[in-house]
C-alpha cells in the first residue's frame, strides 16, 4: 500500500515476468508443479461472459445468508446512501498490484502473511493498538524473508474486518434471548435490548475509522517507520525479555549488520526499498449492502472493484455457489480469498473456483483452510488433487485458527500447541503433495492479551481472565504470532533450499537436515 491520495487516478500496474506453478496430476505419480502463464494484470476483462450478467447490485437476486434485520429500511437506505457517496477506501492500481504478489505466493516466490483482530471493535480504536499490529506483521515478515529468502506479501485483518457470522440469529442468557451480536458495524456487544437492534448509522462510522486507519497505514508504510535500519526498534516492549524477543533482537542484529555493509559498499539507505514497504487490507466481504456501496467501476480498465479493501474473502458459511456473496464477489476485480472448512467436497471446491476465478488468472483466488490437524491431513490432500487435475491455479493458505476454539472455563480460546500443529500438518501435506503452501492467516494482535493459551507466552487456563479483550473470538499475542513466524522460518528455508538446488521437495525424507556448503 504505497499509497495513491484520495482522488487519484490509478494506472494500470504492468506485471513484471515472471513463472508460476500450478499443480496438476498424471496418472502415474503424484501432484507436481507445472508452467503457467505470467500473472495477468487484470483478473479478467470487462468482456469476459461471465460479467454480462453481473452487476454490483445482482447480488440481491440471489439468496444472502447472515445479513441483519435492519428495523427501519430508510435509515439504512440513508446510511448506503452516505457511503457510496464517500470517496473509495482502497484504489484499483493497489489491488492489481496485490493480485501480481498473491501470484507469486502460489509459485512459492513468496510468502503471505495475513493476520489481526477477529472483529475490529469501536471502543478499541486507537493509533496505538494499529502501530503495534503493523510492526507485529513487520516483525513477522523479517522473519520469513530471513529465513526463506522470499518476499513477504504482508495483509492485515484490519480497516473493514468489523462484521461477524453467527451460528444462531439469537442469543440466550438466563432465559433471556436477544439478537447476537455481529460486530460493531451493525449492533453492540452489550447485552441489552437497545445495544443489539442493527443501526443503521454503525455503518458510516465503520466507514470512517477504515478511513481513518488506512491513513495511519498509508504513512507507517511510507514515511519511514517501516525502514529496514529500524528493525531493531519494532520490538514490542512486553516482548523483549521473551524467547521470541531476544530471537527477534538476534535475527535483527545480523540484519542491522548486513545493512552497515550494504551501506559501505554504496547502497542508498533513503531508497524506496530501503524506506518503505508495500501494505494490504482485508476482510470478510460479508455485510453486502456496504460492499456494493464501495464498490467503484475503475477508468483505466472498466472493471469494477470492492473498494472497501484490497482482499476481501468469503466465508464458510457463506460460500454457497448459487448464493449472494459468490455472485458480488465473481463480478469485482479484487483478488478473493475463499475459506474451506473439512466439510468441503472436493467436487464442490472445483465448480466454486471457477465462479471465482473464470480465466484461471493466477494470483485472482486463494483457497483458506481452516480443519484442524487432524482433519487438515486426512481432507486436504484430496482437494489438492481435485484442484490440479482441473488445472485450476490458487494460492493455498493455512488458517490454523478457527478450526482449533474451544471453551475453557467460561472463555472461548485456542490452545498455541492446536495452532501450530494444524499449520506443521499443512505443510507436511504441501510437501507431499508436490504443491505449494502460499501463507497463513491468523486472529491475532499487538497487545499483550491472554487469549490463547500455551506457547512461549506459558498464558496458562488460570490466565484467560487476566487480559481476555476481544469481542469476539480469541487471538494470538505477539509472542504466540511470532513463535509461529519462527516456526514458518525453517518450514520456508527448506523450501528455499531445496528448490535452489533442484531437489523436489516431496522427495526429501522427513527430518532431513539439508546442508549448504
Given at each position: ?411 472461548k480460546t485456542r490452545r498455541f500447541e492446536n495452532v501450530r500443529a494444524e ?95
Amino acid at each position: 500500500m504505497r499509497g495513491a491520495g484520495v482522488g487519484a487516478r490509478t494506472a494500470p500496474f504492468r506485471c513484471p515476468a515472471a513463472t508460476s506453478r500450478a499443480v496438476s496430476r498424471t496418472p502415474r505419480g503424484p501432484l507436481r508443479p507445472r508452467a503457467i502463464a505470467a500473472p495477468s494484470a487484470v483478473p479478467f476483462l470487462p468482456s469476459a461472459d461471465h460479467l454480462q450478467e453481473w452487476g454490483p447490485q445482482s447480488w440481491k437476486q440471489r439468496e444472502a445468508l447472515q445479513q441483519p434485520n435492519y428495523p427501519n429500511q430508510a435509515e439504512l437506505d440513508e446510511a448506503v446512501a452516505q457511503i457510496a457517496a464517500f470517496p473509495p477506501l482502497v484504489f484499483a492500481g493497489e489491488c492489481r498490484t496485490l493480485q501480481s504478489r498473491v501470484a507469486a505466493a502460489a509459485a512459492g516466490e513468496a510468502f503471505l502473511v495475513q493476520g489481526g483482530d477477529c472483529a475490529e471493535a469501536f471502543s478499541q480504536f486507537n493509533a496505538n493498538r494499529i502501530r503495534d499490529l503493523f510492526r507485529l506483521l513487520l516483525q513477522m515478515s523479517v522473519v520469513l524473508m530471513y529465513g526463506g529468502g522470499v518476499p513477504v506479501v504482508k495483509i492485515g485483518r484490519l480497516a473493514g474486518q468489523f462484521a461477524k457470522p453467527r451460528s444462531a440469529d439469537l442469543e440466550t442468557v438466563d432465559g433471556q434471548s436477544l439478537p447476537s451480536y455481529r460486530g460493531d458495524i451493525i449492533n453492540g456487544p452489550e447485552f441489552t435490548p437497545e445495544a443489539r437492534v442493527p443501526n443503521p448509522a454503525r455503518l458510516v462510522r465503520g466507514y470512517n475509522q477504515s478511513a481513518a486507519t488506512l491513513n495511519l497505514l498509508r504513512g507507517f508504510a511510507t514515511g519511514g517507520y517501516a525502514a529496514l535500519d529500524r528493525v531493531m526498534q519494532w520490538n514490542l516492549d512486553f516482548t523483549r525479555g521473551s524467547e521470541e524477543g531476544r530471537a527477534y533482537r538476534d535475527l535483527a542484529s545480523r540484519i542491522e549488520e548486513s545493512i552497515t555493509f550494504m551501506r559501505a559498499c554504496g547502497l542508498d539507505m533513503h531508497s524506496a526499498i530501503m524506506r518503505e514497504t508495500d501494505f494490504y487490507v482485508s476482510h470478510e466481504a460479508l455485510l453486502l449492502d456496504y460492499e456494493a456501496a464501495l464498490t467503484r467501476e475503475d477508468s483505466t480498465t472498466g472493471l469494477w472493484y470492492g473498494c472497501s479493501g484490497h482482499f476481501l474473502w468469503c466465508g464458510e458459511r457463506t460460500r454457497q455457489l448459487d448464493g449472494a456473496h459468490v455472485e458480488y464477489l465473481r463480478g469485482v476485480g479484487n483478488p478473493l480469498g475463499v475459506k474451506v472448512s473439512d466439510k468441503a467436497d472436493p467436487a464442490d471446491l472445483v465448480a466454486l473456483i471457477a465462479a471465482l476465478n473464470p480465466e484461471n488468472t493466477p494470483g485472482r483466488l486463494a483457497v483458506i483452510v481452516r480443519m484442524g490437524a487432524a482433519k487438515l491431513r486426512e481432507r486436504l490432500p484430496a482437494l489438492l488433487a481435485a484442484v490440479g487435475a482441473a488445472g485450476q491455479v490458487v494460492t493455498w493458505i493455512c488458517d490454523p485458527m478457527h478450526g482449533n476454539t474451544e471453551a475453557v472455563q467460561g472463555y472461548k480460546t485456542r490452545r498455541f500447541e492446536n495452532v501450530r500443529a494444524e499449520l506443521e500438518a499443512f505443510f507436511d501435506v504441501h510437501e507431499a503433495a508436490g504443491t505449494v503452501p502460499g501463507g497463513m492467516h491468523l486472529e491475532m494482535t499487538g497487545d499483550d492479551v491472554t487469549e490463547c493459551i500455551g506457547g512461549g507466552a506459558a498464558v496458562t487456563e488460570l490466565d484467560l481472565s487476566s487480559r481476555y479483550h476481544t469481542h469476539c473470538d480469541p487471538r494470538l499475542n505477539a509472542e504466540q504470532a511470532l513463535e509461529l513466524a519462527f516456526y514458518c522460518f525453517g518450514r520456508t528455508r527448506k523450501w528455499s533450499l531445496t528448490t535452489a538446488l533442484g531437489v523436489k521437495i516431496s522427495e526429501v525424507p522427513p527430518g532431513t537436515t539439508i546442508c549448504v556448503m
